[in-house]
């Protein structure tokens, strides 16, 4: 049975910095793409980042890009999302989803990561 | 980046009714697209892929169909485990991007 688990998500103040981790189970972690997708409360759903299954091609939202890192450890089967110089505007659920030849298959649960002060 | 809208945001419909979701994308993206589903406090699910090929496990009263510009997903009868939000996602280029929902509640 595929699973991806997120975790890392909380509270933490405009300006701080989260660590998101993303732990595959249920299927050969190296032979998929991974992308993060996020929802604030209330909205839609909102592409985040991609990384390819070898993590040598890497794509970030406008939104993100030089603020955020998307990495994996293909021999942990874990997938990561280092968040830094948060806004209130990060506020979301975010969810790791399994990718393969760009179509997202599978979906985690999600973390919450909550900026405020 | 491509912009994709959904029409409409919201519907009612009884159950055994027939449900029809438009999506259309701002430029032609073939057939790269796809359609989820969400139930409140939930993540996604995924339903359709390539604007119609069902996800495993996806049962056939869920169809897409279209291609470049236009597409629908059409449930053939509405059952109680259906009223949910609907997103559709293009993936022919980064970034990928979705629509806004439809959210199908009870009449």
């Known amino acids: 049975e595929v699973q991806l688990v997120e975790s890392g998500g909380g509270l933490v103040q405009p300006g701080g910095s989260l660590r998101l981790s993303c732990a595959a189970s249920g299927f050969t972690f190296t032979n998929y793409e991974m992308n993060w997708v996020r929802q604030a409360p209330g909205k839609g759903l909102e592409w985040v980042s991609y990384?390819?299954?070898?993590?040598?091609?890497?794509y970030y939202a406008d939104s993100v890009k030089g603020r955020f890192t998307i990495s994996r450890d293909n021999a942990k089967n874990s997938l990561y999302l280092q968040m830094n110089s948060l806004r209130a505007e990060d506020t979301a659920v975010y969810y790791c989803?399994?990718?393969?030849?760009?179509?997202?298959?599978?979906w985690g649960q999600g973390t919450l990561v909550t900026v405020s002060s | 980046d491509i912009q994709m809208t959904q029409s409409p945001s919201s519907l009612s419909a009884s159950v055994g009714d027939r449900v029809t979701i438009t999506c259309r994308a701002s430029?032609?993206?073939?057939?790269?697209l796809a359609w989820f589903q969400q139930k409140p406090g939930k993540a996604p699910k995924s339903l359709i892929y390539a604007a119609s090929s069902l996800q495993s496990g996806v049962p056939s009263k869920f169809s897409g169909s279209g291609s470049g510009t236009d597409f629908t997903l059409t449930i053939s009868s509405l059952q109680p485990e259906d009223f949910a939000t609907y997103y559709c996602q293009q993936y022919n280029s980064y970034p990928l991007t979705f629509g806004g929902g439809t959210k199908v509640e009870i009449k």
């Open positions: 430029q032609g993206i073939s057939n790269h």
């Open positions: 990384i390819s299954s070898s993590g040598t091609t890497i």
């Open positions: 989803a399994r990718t393969v030849v760009v179509v997202i298959d599978y």
